[in-house]
């Protein structure tokens, strides 16, 4: 049986497992991502109890009553202490609107018992098969200029993306291991998220500082949600910053953020690639100082208001309800236009764009679909 | 004719005996070796006076003679019928008719060592199911098979022989675990080994050779009175592939095999490598990490600047090379050298708590919530910040 196979086996018993730990876990104003409660919760020494496997496909590292995807697939409904990041039935999504997914988004659009649409989520192992129009191999895929929070592997054509590790996004990149990856995490003081542990580090992306919204924007705002650190990079351009939400995504996808790649030899526009790490104070004169467009979108209301669905970063990772007020505070972000997990849209959009989705970006008409409007307030 | 005076010798005899059995008491109390009257624990033909002698595991008068000659079971000489003093004519008591103190407070009615196996026969507010709270062992009148179990947990794979089934599925008497040396002198070197019939006489009574046997430093009062100076000293590991080695986590892997060591045999049968962080199954043969960046190096310590005192209710085994030099307890932890064993968080006989652990996990046991009276928390110093 194949590990893909055995992981579908056992995820009934563990998702089972883990929705029951779920409401002793921390409590309803948990800030931090800590965890706390009954040790019993999460953890089996032997994996063994009355003569039975705690965990059926257990034992798990850590002593754990499941892996990453075991433990973190349920429904998000606001009482949830744990983040489920992936659903086995299709969760609310609405672009400016209602959803049941968190920040990230949610995996259940590329799960290939779910959504199996390879277009629209991070073909994680474990979730999804390797991703068949472009293979293991991050598009953009740069092995040599991001390498400050240690190296994405290399060998793509005989590893899939995991969770963490080595070739995963969570954790250090030091171990293949899922578990020896984000060692500690679960448990560490995250009061200070200063990226010097991936503890510390902003949902446990080493290196990566930021601001945890505390139900991972289950609940929204202009006033409730993440706040991304990020840098004004890509203007001059100046020094990369490691700790930007931006590196996180270069460190498989960098060239889709390195200057020289993204732009031409002028600074700036025109752009060869879509800007990241570029403030929209710098263009603030033109159709983005609009942002975010106030009159298309629901859950805005004036010029300035953060938009939760098309967010950006700032130089402070702080969390702002208003955005345009001082140089560093409009940054665009690789995750103002995509989910981290995963979308109901290609290409793992937070809307609908491409003619292959309905309610598609159309030039010209001015629409509350699509969020490409949201900063490109004249287009 | 002067009457003559019928002297009954057996009588004085019996005073006699009773006298010097005091005097033995008073004397012997540190070892196990027994001395005293051999009558106190003997019978020759199970008759006196047209009685019999013997008494079965309840205290009654048994026609049935015991194996070498013995005047009761283990469970009868080994048990308070009346009271839970758990120790009684220097003999250790591991079933006592009412609860024992837990933990040991020092009193007479404290649990010793291993615990005590009434709370297999009571349930209790800590633990409402008595079969969780320690070994189901069957010589012990009241205790039937383990409803969860029919089968060791853990149990090697080689223990499914036709004669097996008496130790590995079920526990049909003490001799499961102990192998009694009750005249073996022990009194050579605070270092229980073979000579000394074993510490605590563990050893396989039906496969045991010289490296299954346990060794160790025997506490004189079987841990009545208890603390971070006064207490069993347990001997570690000397090899990480669980092999026999004399220590205390292997003669527990005699049945539980699957816990210990650096390999774990799947379900399906593959055997996956467990020889690092992050671990699949606890660890039982591992020093605590010689690492100042780890929370373990601040045993009982949490937040110090370096390992506390031995604590007896996380004890930890000792390296063997170490043990061997000891001349008694000591209170001194050594990361890189101390190791956690399979007694660091059991009972071996029975416990108040399910799993025959020795705190109450479930409930005492909270992430980020420090509490003394969890255990995990003397060796996972970080985990109840």
């Known amino acids: ?379 | 004719m002067r009457k003559k005076h019928h002297i009954s010798l057996n009588s004085i005899a019996k005073k006699i005996a009773v006298i010097t059995l005091f005097i033995s008491c008073a004397f012997s109390y540190s070892w196990a070796k027994v001395t005293g009257p051999c009558s106190n624990c003997h019978t020759m033909h199970n008759s006196q006076n047209g009685n019999s002698v013997a008494t079965d595991s309840n205290g009654n008068p048994s026609s049935t003679p015991h194996s070498y000659l013995l005047t009761s079971t283990c469970v009868g000489c080994h048990s308070n019928g009346t009271g839970n003093i758990t120790i009684v004519n220097n003999t250790p008591i591991v079933l006592t008719a009412s609860e024992p103190t837990y933990p040991s407070d020092g009193s007479p009615a404290s649990a010793l060592a291993a615990g005590n196996f009434y709370w297999v026969l009571h349930a209790t507010a800590n633990n409402p199911d008595p079969d969780t709270s320690g070994h189901n062992c069957l010589a012990i009148p009241g205790i039937n098979q383990d409803t969860h179990l029919s089968t060791a947990p853990g149990k090697p794979d080689s223990a499914n022989g036709p004669n097996c089934a008496g130790c590995h599925d079920r526990i049909d008497s003490c001799t499961s675990c102990h192998t009694p040396a009750h005249h073996a002198d022990d009194t050579q070197n605070p270092l229980v080994g073979a000579s000394g019939g074993w510490y605590r006489f563990l050893n396989s009574s039906y496969h045991g050779n010289a490296n299954t046997g346990v060794k160790g430093i025997e506490d004189p009062d079987w841990e009545q009175t208890v603390s971070a100076t006064d207490h069993n000293e347990y001997n570690g590991c000397n090899n990480i592939y669980g092999n026999d080695d004399n220590s205390i986590s292997n003669d527990c892997a005699g049945c539980h095999f699957k816990f210990h060591g650096v390999t774990y045999t799947d379900t399906d049968g593959s055997v996956i490598a467990d020889n690092h962080s992050p671990w699949f199954l606890h660890p039982t043969h591992l020093p605590l990490p010689n690492d100042t960046n780890k929370e373990y190096y601040y045993y009982n310590n949490p937040g110090g600047s370096g390992p506390g005192d031995y604590n007896p209710l996380a004890p930890v085994a000792r390296d063997p090379a170490v043990l061997a030099s000891m001349t008694g307890s000591s209170k001194l932890i050594t990361p890189g050298s101390d190791q956690v064993m399979c007694l660091s968080c059991h009972r071996a006989h029975a416990s108040p708590y399910p799993d025959m652990l020795r705190w109450n996990y479930p409930y005492d046991c909270l992430a980020g919530a420090s509490n003394t009276n969890c255990g995990c928390f003397i060796c996972h110093t970080t985990k109840g910040d």
């Open chain 1, 1 to 379: 049986m194949g590990k893909g196979e055995k992981m579908e086996r056992s995820k009934i018993i563990v998702v089972i497992t883990c929705l029951a730990l779920a409401a002793l876990l921390l409590g309803p104003s948990q800030v931090m991502a800590k965890v706390s409660g009954p040790c019993s919760d999460c953890h089996t020494m032997h994996n063994s109890q009355n003569g039975s496997a705690v965990v059926s496909g257990g034992p798990y590292r850590a002593l754990t009553k499941g892996d990453c995807i075991g433990c973190h697939t349920g429904t998000n409904d606001g009482s949830n202490n744990i983040p489920y990041v992936l659903q086995t039935s299709a969760p609310t999504y609405n672009f400016d609107g209602t959803k049941a997914t968190l920040a990230g988004g949610s995996f259940y659009w590329v799960y290939d018992s779910g959504g199996n649409d390879d277009t629209k989520g991070h073909n994680v192992v474990g979730i999804a098969s390797s991703d068949s129009n472009i293979g293991n191999t991050p598009p953009g895929f740069n092995s040599t200029d991001y390498t400050a929070n240690g190296s994405v592997g290399t060998a793509w054509s005989s590893n899939q993306l995991s969770c963490a590790g080595t070739y995963g996004c969570h954790g250090t990149h030091t171990s293949t291991d899922d578990f020896a990856a984000i060692s500690g995490a679960h448990h560490a003081d995250d009061s200070t998220i200063d990226g010097s542990t991936v503890g510390k580090s902003f949902r446990f992306l080493y290196g990566i500082k930021g601001t945890e919204d505390s139900d991972w924007e289950y609940t929204n705002s202009s006033t409730d949600h993440n706040g991304y650190y990020a840098s004004d990079y890509n203007n001059g351009p100046g020094s990369m910053d490691s700790a930007s939400i931006n590196y996180l995504c270069a460190e498989c996808h960098g060239n889709f953020h390195l200057h020289a790649q993204i732009d031409d030899a002028t600074n700036g526009s025109p752009w060869l690639r879509h800007p990241t790490d570029y403030d929209m104070n710098n263009v603030s004169s033109k159709e983005y100082g609009n942002y975010p467009n106030p009159t298309l979108y629901s859950n805005v209301s004036a010029t300035g208001d953060y938009f939760v669905d098309v967010p950006v970063g700032n130089t402070t990772g702080a969390v702002n309800s208003k955005v345009l007020q001082a140089s560093g505070d409009a940054i665009v972000l690789c995750i103002s236009c995509h989910r981290a997990h995963g979308s109901p849209y290609e290409d793992l959009l937070r809307w609908a764009y491409s003619s292959n989705d309905s309610g598609a970006c159309n030039a010209g008409t001015q629409s509350g679909t699509c969020g490409c409007f949201a900063c490109h307030t004249s287009k």
